[in-house]
């Protein structure tokens, strides 16, 4: 199983980049596919999930309004479109892959919720 992310880079604060991640191995349908990131010296931070069931979405409260995760099952990948983008969004982005199983966001936002993790990808954005 491999979860294979990409699109990140320098970008100016501001610029609207997409990311996507495709994973391979097995079929993620029926599970949750969301992204973290890991800014220097802090913790990683849950960011945003979309989960198949109703494919309801839960975001992070600093990304909400600017970010938006969507998923195309049939390509096995997930993007996450990131617009107004500011410096403090400056991190390594990981794609990631949760069961669902019908709980609530909590779930969801817990790393230890994930099984599957991608290798990250790095966005920079510049003042």
């Known amino acids: 199983v491999q979860l294979q992310a990409s699109g990140g880079g320098l970008v100016q604060a501001g610029g609207s980049p997409s990311l996507s991640c495709a994973a391979s191995g097995r079929t993620f349908s029926t599970y949750g596919m969301g992204w973290f990131r890991q800014a220097l010296g802090k913790e990683r931070e849950f960011v945003a999930v979309?989960?198949?069931?109703?494919?309801?979405?839960y975001y992070a409260d600093s990304v909400k309004g600017r970010f938006t995760i969507s998923r195309d099952n049939a390509k096995n990948t997930v993007y996450l479109q990131m617009n107004s983008l500011k410096p403090e969004d400056t991190a390594v982005y990981y794609c990631?892959?949760?069961?669902?199983?019908?709980?609530?966001?909590?779930?969801?936002?817990?790393?230890?919720?994930?099984?599957?993790w991608g290798q990250g990808t790095q966005v920079t954005v510049s003042s």
């Open positions: 990631a892959a949760v069961p669902s199983l019908g709980y609530g966001g909590t779930y969801y936002r817990k790393m230890t919720s994930y099984n599957y």
């Open positions: 979309m989960i198949w069931i109703g494919n309801t979405t």
